[in-house]
């Protein structure tokens, strides 16, 4: 398909079963990756990874909560430990690293709302796991990431900083558009925004969380030290925009009449599908959640270039799914013929080249995904893949309508700088 880097997470418990280095290493794990790797380096594709994709080993979240650690240090060296692992292993073949994905969704949905594993949330919601803190737990877990990312790149830059590597890590960035002209709703865009972006933005930018978080959040959201500050700020030569959709944000009065119960409740502004005149931002591309609003991410590219340093960027996600269930079948053929995600795609592409005259730092775009795969929660009732796997005969794969075009944008002459890629 032309395609000149592929993205792919390594999972933890797959290369230390039991959590940690002590607890023994699988041969077998570290031997699968490097057949990966040697075989898109054979084939002239490049590979960028991610350390962590949300597969907390199932032995670290008995022994101490996973990345609840209160402590703020066994899941931090443990995570430094694994990352080292990985190093040592691919990092001669291997320059292009992020260390975690989306950690805002990570922390949100399985300490908040409790959808994601380990499923937990405050008494009352509902979730696996309704014996937790939704408004006190992610900020937690969202510190210990922080924290180990930091740990992760320091180790990265003192030790393996001869292999001419690049290391950041991915935020899942939700555009905001605010839901009416009042400069209340300006105000509640902004407060979105440090929750969905800035809450791990900013502290490998300035070293502290956004002004609005530590304000709103007060004494929930933990505090760093001299030295994990030193550490943090800087601790990136690339990151990656993980872009889907946008949504309105309408301000909620910060009263002692509003309470919140999520942690992202901490924005004072509920996030509106529709706007005022009762309209959805975009057309709806299938499964749920996602509207088609490729404007959302040339306004992130513009924030990431104006506010924060115009760093390095790839978009390292951007796709739709297409519903596939018992309820609601996908036929084959309709699936194949994808012509709203190519249609998805292309006004992105075309929103990307906008981005990058106007100065953004774009180095790269991969969609999400190559394959139909599992989709956490959703399972296989979702395929955002650009190439169908027919899970009824054999897994076969073929190429949907989207792979063919981006072929073809791939391999033309103009233009010469290919950016489409899967992840």
């Not at 607890?23 to 594709?45: M, P, S, T, V």
């Not at 935020?171 to 905001?176: C, H, I, K, Q, S």
């Not at 300006?186 to 979105?192: D, G, I, N, P, T």
């Not at 994990?228 to 690339?238: A, C, I, R």
Request: glycine share 8%.
């Amino acid at each position: 398909m032309g395609m000149d880097a592929y993205r792919f997470s390594i999972s933890w418990p797959r290369i230390l079963p039991k959590g940690t280095v002590e607890g023994g290493i699988n041969q077998d794990g570290i031997d699968y990756y490097k057949r990966l790797i040697n075989l898109l380096l054979e084939n002239g594709i490049e590979p960028y990874v991610t350390i962590f994709h949300w597969d907390v080993p199932q032995a670290l979240e008995e022994k101490y909560g996973g990345f609840l650690d209160k402590t703020h240090k066994r899941i931090v060296n443990d995570y430094k430990n694994f990352a080292k692992v990985c190093f040592d292993n691919f990092g001669d073949k291997v320059k292009n690293w992020l260390t975690f994905n989306e950690p805002q969704t990570f922390t949100s949905f399985s300490y908040g709302t409790g959808v994601f594993a380990p499923g937990r949330c405050s008494p009352g919601l509902d979730c696996a796991i309704p014996t937790g803190n939704s408004l006190v737990e992610p900020y937690i877990a969202g510190h210990n990431i922080l924290l180990a990312h930091a740990e992760a790149v320091d180790l990265y830059n003192k030790y393996y900083k001869g292999e001419n590597g690049r290391i950041g890590l991915a935020f899942d960035v939700m555009g905001r558009v605010p839901y009416g002209t009042s400069f209340l709703d300006e105000q509640a865009k902004e407060r979105s925004m440090d929750i969905n972006l800035g809450w791990f933005l900013e502290p490998v930018v300035r070293g502290d969380y956004p002004f609005s978080m530590r304000s709103l959040a007060r004494e929930r959201l933990p505090f760093f030290s001299d030295k994990q500050q030193e550490k943090l700020v800087g601790s990136y030569n690339m990151l990656g925009i993980n872009y889907y959709t946008s949504i309105f944000s309408k301000h909620i009065d910060i009263s002692p009449k509003y309470s919140p119960v999520l942690n992202t409740d901490d924005a004072y502004a509920s996030q509106e599908t529709y706007g005022p005149d009762g309209k959805p931002i975009g057309p709806p591309m299938g499964n749920p959640w996602i509207y088609l609003y490729p404007e959302g991410l040339k306004d992130i590219l513009m924030i990431m270039k104006n506010k924060y340093g115009n760093p390095p960027i790839y978009i390292t996600e951007n796709g739709i799914g297409d519903v596939d269930t018992k309820e609601k079948p996908l036929p084959m053929e309709a699936a194949l013929n994808d012509y709203k995600r190519l249609d998805y795609i292309q006004r992105h592409i075309s929103t990307l080249k906008e981005s990058i005259d106007l100065g953004a730092n774009v180095h790269g775009y991969f969609a999400w995904s190559l394959l139909d795969n599992f989709e956490w929660y959703a399972g296989y009732t979702e395929r955002y893949g650009i190439v169908y796997v027919d899970r009824k005969n054999n897994y076969t794969r073929y190429m949907k309508e989207s792979a063919k075009w981006l072929k073809e944008f791939n391999t033309a002459k103009k233009p010469s700088k290919k950016i489409i890629t899967p992840a």
